[in-house]
């Protein structure tokens, strides 16, 4: 099992830069698929980024392809999300998530079995 917890959120202009980290707990991090959600009001919890267990593959989502990078240590157990070029659109509440075992897709949020608590990025116009 694994515990996460989001940090790096905050409010910040349209063209600006965030980059959000993922500390986990637990000994098998490195094992974990990790993935990128976020939500925002009103709206259904969508795929942003995921990462495999070694880093050596990545996953984006249209909308932030080319703005974000996805990137792990796992060594510090710590998964990171560096948005650039930021748009208002983006603002919502970010999770990190773990893959474990799950028939789900990795872009789905059925396909991840913890969550963290998320950290809020708002981007004004």
């Known amino acids: 099992q694994v515990q996460l917890v989001e940090s790096g959120g905050g409010l910040v202009q349209a063209g600006g830069s965030l980059r959000l980290s993922c500390a986990a707990s637990?000994?098998?991090?490195?094992?974990?698929?990790m993935g990128w959600f976020r939500q925002a009001p009103g709206k259904e919890r969508e795929f942003v980024a995921a990462i495999s267990w070694s880093g050596g593959s990545t996953y984006y989502a249209a909308s932030v392809k080319g703005r974000c990078t996805i990137s792990r240590d796992n060594a510090k157990k710590t998964v990171y999300l560096q948005m650039n070029m930021l748009k208002p659109e983006d603002t919502a509440l970010y999770y990190c998530?773990?893959?474990?075992?799950?028939?789900?897709?990795?872009?789905?949020?059925?396909?991840?079995?913890?969550w963290g608590q998320g950290t809020q990025v708002t981007v004004s116009s």
């Open positions: 998530a773990a893959r474990g075992q799950s028939d789900g897709s990795y872009y789905t949020p059925l396909g991840y079995n913890y």
């Open positions: 637990g000994r098998t991090f490195s094992s974990y698929f």
